[in-house]
């Protein structure tokens, strides 16, 4: 299976047109944004990078590939061949994996011959969609835990085994502590666990030899799943009881109970009371059942004294807002080396493309946080020495001035002349990063309900080409 | 990457734990299953068992895995052994795939050697989940269509690879009639198709160039894209330029256009209009933009003349409820050659498992309809030569009898001994089945609000052993 192959068949009927009309090496602009944060958040969380890098750095087509277009009968010898050769000659740049990002910003921009630009579109759109969705939600869920454990456990709910393989690495990078799914932990090294399910209870003639069984086998990695008969009255007791008998006689100090189903709030309180009556301050206790940023943030609030929470079906479909809507725009070709931008019009006004080749400056306050970003032209220079003046750009009558800031220009090339110039950073440092990206919004961004519309404005001369391209199409 | 590391790792503690306690290969029984049906909807299409074939076909853990694994300083030297020489030896059996099920029925019940039982477990649900839950999503989505032709094309926003291959395979298992994706194709042999993007229209210096472009390339396969710069003022009168002055003097037939923005009711009537008037009737309309099964459903009450309908990220994510939720439950041991039932008790009452090796009988009517299913022991033997009552498992008063029916016996034995003993039907037969099968549900159970919800009762024996049992542990 060659993922050359994940494209939509429009994308080669419109290649294969490129190369018969001889157009095929005219340069062409795109970018990749989105529209809409996930969940009616203030933000969203950019990740798949590393996996376009694996993709672009090996994308050819095989001799399979070949013959199985050819069967379409939709495509000429002279593009068939092109196609066998194909390798990647443009220019990537992208926001480093991790990113905070918002929309309406090109997070990719591609600069290549039209030909491949149309190539690459399906793939990178799916992943970048697909991690970043992850990634963001995850995000989300583990600001709820406000600082516990969130562990990532949703691979039999999950659309697939990509969704799962890379909805971990997504879920890892925006903040989760671990996976049950082992695949993630052996090709990403997303550090995977997990202890027991009600079929091991249920194997043994009691609950208490099932949990006693598992102690004598995994001294230092019990959790006792309480609720396969009854949680309070048969469940903790004979969690404590094996405690008291089978771990601490090991010499064991931590310990841990799990409950799956039922009223979480009640039920870990609960179990909380009767642990610390046998003395056992120290078992922590974990929950799970479709458990999502929401339910978490409401368990807390009535006081649940939940240590660790497992996150299902919930965070590896993202399942209140399953679609990331990243697109693929057209927004400049080069003519005699000049960059002629381009404009798609809509009567949906937000579905109105940003011309040109462009690139993003995030504004900060002397400590790091992120108070706007500004897109501009790619040519423009900004600096810091003088106050800098940005504008909304349909209200442009809303306007703020910053005087002590801070700039970053957020592109990074990744690919140039088709070689890849970007060093991959580890997951765990992508994880770091994203971490303090996540730490340097301000919480009335990252809050759930009605949080503050982050500024994305266009440099005055980026606006002024937009305007004049609107007014001369449609005025 | 190895398709048996898919799994959650307390699989493998578990499996590890039966290995060391030499239990390892006590006979169990799981059931896969599910509890609701997705969209609120009256039933669901089974898919994905093909896939599962091809993964007990060939599962096995290689020396890197077993390397992984040993990192973990979780397995014995023994298990480890044992897992590099992992075969399944066990019996499988299952719904055909494409059958209509319901919840609560076992859709596939495992025999196996519980070591072997637990490491299907991860595999199995996540493939079941997806499959069915998109081949359910679009058998909804065909029905609203009411024999239109849909086309999948939701590869850019499905939750990664595997979500849009096997995605779009399911799809068409429910109903869909062909895919954009191309590995779709090459690997299942779903039919893929497609045209043009913006892209395409902006790279020329108009779109009346853009289309006579495409026109003279592709003659037969011209779908003209109109929401580029402006539908009726712009894209249709240049389609039908391009109709007449390429497409009519070469013979060609049939020709299209596509509506990709705005509202799709108004903008597919004008267009039509215009088409008419320009004596191209023959001209069909697809549309495309965020539809699923209400919205297409609307669109035709509201009378759009839609020939086509593309269906993207509502379908390939399921995106108003896009967990499909089926469990894997121990229901049964063997001891000294019995079968020893086995249930899990819950507060949540929907959560109580119904124990014991079963199957599933499926009651028709004369003419082929669907009217209700029964869950009996496996050994129960059930024949049409006399009247059949069933009766709800909960409200045991609402009881029904049948006098002429049909009755079908929903298992098939797919391993024995861990030899694969079903021949796989082709995907194009395993569409047809589930076309066939939706054909006999009641228009009542496919209706969108309020479905009819179908029977799904237990035999008098196994109602008895299971109520037995519930007392046994609570009463």
């Known amino acids: 299976m060659n993922k050359a192959m994940v494209i939509d068949f429009y994308e080669l009927t419109m290649a294969n047109g490129y190369f018969e009309s001889g157009m095929k090496d005219q340069i062409a602009y795109f970018d990749l944004y989105y529209r809409k944060n996930p969940d009616g958040g203030g933000y969203a969380l950019f990740a798949g990078l590393e996996t376009i890098m694996d993709f672009i750095d090996d994308l050819s087509f095989d001799d399979e590939d070949i013959e199985f277009l050819k069967s379409k009968k939709m495509f000429s010898e002279g593009f068939l061949k092109y196609l066998r050769n194909f390798k990647f000659s443009g220019d990537i740049y992208s926001f ?222 993202a399942k209140s807002d399953p679609v990331f809507g990243s697109v693929y725009k057209l927004v400049a070709i080069e003519e005699n080396n000049e960059i002629v931008p381009k404009i798609k019009i809509s009567d949906n006004v937000e579905k109105i493309t940003t011309p040109h080749f462009k690139t993003v400056w995030r504004i900060m306050d002397e400590e790091g946080h992120f108070d706007a970003d500004l897109i501009s032209l790619d040519s423009e220079k900004l600096n810091t020495k003088k106050p800098l003046t940005i504008f909304d750009p349909i209200n442009i009558w809303k306007q703020k001035t910053f005087d002590n800031y801070q700039l970053i220009q957020m592109h990074e090339i990744i690919y140039e002349n088709g070689q890849r110039v970007y060093e991959r950073p580890s997951l765990k440092e992508i994880r770091d990063f994203a971490q303090n990206q996540l730490n340097s919004l301000w919480p009335e961004v990252r809050r759930f309900d009605f949080p503050h519309q982050y500024y994305v404005d266009l440099s005055k001369a980026l606006w002024k080409i937009k305007n004049k391209m609107i007014e001369d199409l449609r005025g």
Chains 1, 2 share one sequence.
């Open 96 to 317: 480093k994996e991790g990113s905070i990002i918002f929309p309406n910003e090109p997070i990719v921009t591609i600069k290549a011959p039209i030909i491949e630009a149309q190539i690459l579109e399906t793939y990178l759109l799916q992943v970048i969609n697909h991690q970043t969705l992850i990634a963001t939600k995850a995000s989300r869920i583990k600001y709820a835990a406000k600082g516990r454990t969130v562990i990532e456990m949703g691979a039999r709910r999950a659309q697939g085994l990509t969704a799962s393989l890379n909805g971990a690495r997504a879920a890892y990078i925006g903040g989760i502590d671990a996976t049950s799914n082992v695949i993630s932990d052996q090709v990403y090294g997303v550090p995977s666990g997990g202890t027991m399910a009600h079929s091991w209870i249920q194997m043994f003639d009691s609950e208490y030899e099932a949990f006693k069984t598992y102690a004598n086998i995994y001294p230092n990695h019990s959790t006792f799943l309480l609720d396969t008969y009854d949680t309070l009255s048969s469940g903790v007791p004979n969690a404590i009881r094996v405690i008291k008998e089978v771990l601490i006689p090991k010499g064991v100090k931590k310990y841990s109970v799990r409950i799956d189903s039922g009223d979480l709030t009640y039920l870990s309180k609960a179990t909380r009371k009767l642990l610390d009556q046998a003395g056992l301050e120290n078992c922590t206790i974990t929950v799970s059942n479709s458990l999502d940023e929401r339910i978490i943030k409401d368990l807390l609030i009535q006081g649940a004294p939940i240590d660790i929470f497992g996150v299902g079906e919930r965070l590896i479909t």
